[in-house]
């Protein structure tokens, strides 16, 4: 029993590390909305926290209470060295507690994730065509990147979708596979 808690505390360890490699929000899973994603993520990323100093606290506890060879023991260290790195990357890294959920806007098929940088010039707005999966799941294909433009919208003229923002843009459809 020993062996399969120190196996599971590794797997969970690996899979919460493979996360924060991801640049997407939770696994990169798309589900419901990006608004949602994006206001899940802080959450997320407290339990992550939690959970990687749990398994590190358990990893360097457990690890040298076992009898294995030394070669496997070192190997073992590194893994509890690794988790402890990430859980202090975590605490004080970009994994942030703060919702990204506003830079995020849905209307209709499409969403418009703002970009905002130090310097306006560089700030943008991409805007996708979101394909609506079975069982809540969702894909976004980019249709084009825009310049920021504070106040700009999406809305629904005459069967036709627009983008307002300094200049009109008519928006194409885009095509779900």
Not at 50 to 67: E, N
Request: proline share 5%; hydrophobic share 45%.
């Amino acid at each position: 029993m020993p062996k399969l808690a120190l196996c599971l505390a590794l797997l969970l360890a690996a899979a919460l590390t493979l996360d924060s490699l991801i640049s997407a929000p939770v696994f990169a899973i798309q589900w419901r909305s990006p608004e949602f994603m994006a206001g899940i993520a802080p959450t997320f990323n407290l339990v992550k926290l939690l959970g990687m100093a749990v398994l590190t606290a358990y990893l360097w506890w457990g690890v040298p209470r076992r009898q294995y060879s030394p070669g496997i023991t070192i190997a073992l260290q590194c893994v509890v060295l690794i988790c402890a790195v990430h859980t202090v990357v975590l605490l004080i890294g970009r994994q942030s507690l703060v919702s990204d959920a506003e830079h995020y806007t849905s209307e209709g098929p499409y969403t418009v994730h703002t970009i905002e940088s130090q310097d306006a010039r560089t700030s943008r707005q991409v805007i996708y065509w979101r394909c609506q999966r079975s069982l809540g799941f969702y894909s976004l294909e980019e249709l084009q990147q825009l310049p920021y433009h504070p106040g700009a919208y999406i809305e629904e003229q005459d069967g036709k979708w627009y983008y307002i923002g300094e200049k009109r843009y008519e928006l194409a459809a885009g095509q779900c596979d």
